[in-house]
């Protein structure tokens, strides 16, 4: 079973940055699976933030966009998530996600525990 370990959450304010890091066990299965970054706000939904192939090929959720960069060390099985021109509208507990497989828009069934963001003045 892979386990999930997210960090970096925290609180900020509108315009600033946070960076979350994902650290993954089992290093065979998660350096062929896709990674991703979702986020549940209050009474919502959970929904995609950003995801990436073991390649490096990226996707982004149209509302971070230009403001946030997923990226992923496969040596060091960890996925990172840098958030830049944080808004208020991102504030979320944010989860890490392995994919079902090498491809985008699988995810998988293990979570991390979350970690929260709170932007606010």
């Known amino acids: 079973q892979v386990q999930l370990v997210e960090s970096g959450g925290g609180s900020v304010q509108p315009g600033g940055s946070l960076r979350l890091s994902c650290a993954a066990s089992?290093?065979?299965?998660?350096?062929?699976?896709?990674m991703g970054w979702y986020r549940q706000a209050p009474g919502m939904q959970r929904e995609l933030v950003a995801e990436i192939t073991s390649g490096g090929i990226t996707n982004y959720a149209d509302s971070v966009k230009g403001r946030f960069t997923i990226s992923r060390d496969n040596a060091q099985n960890t996925v990172s998530l840098q958030m830049d021109s944080l808004k208020p509208e991102d504030t979320a507990v944010y989860y890490c996600n392995v994919g079902r497989s090498a491809g985008l828009g699988s995810p998988g069934t293990v979570w991390g525990q979350g970690t929260q963001v709170t932007v606010s003045s």
């Open positions: 089992r290093t065979i299965f998660s350096r062929l699976h896709a």
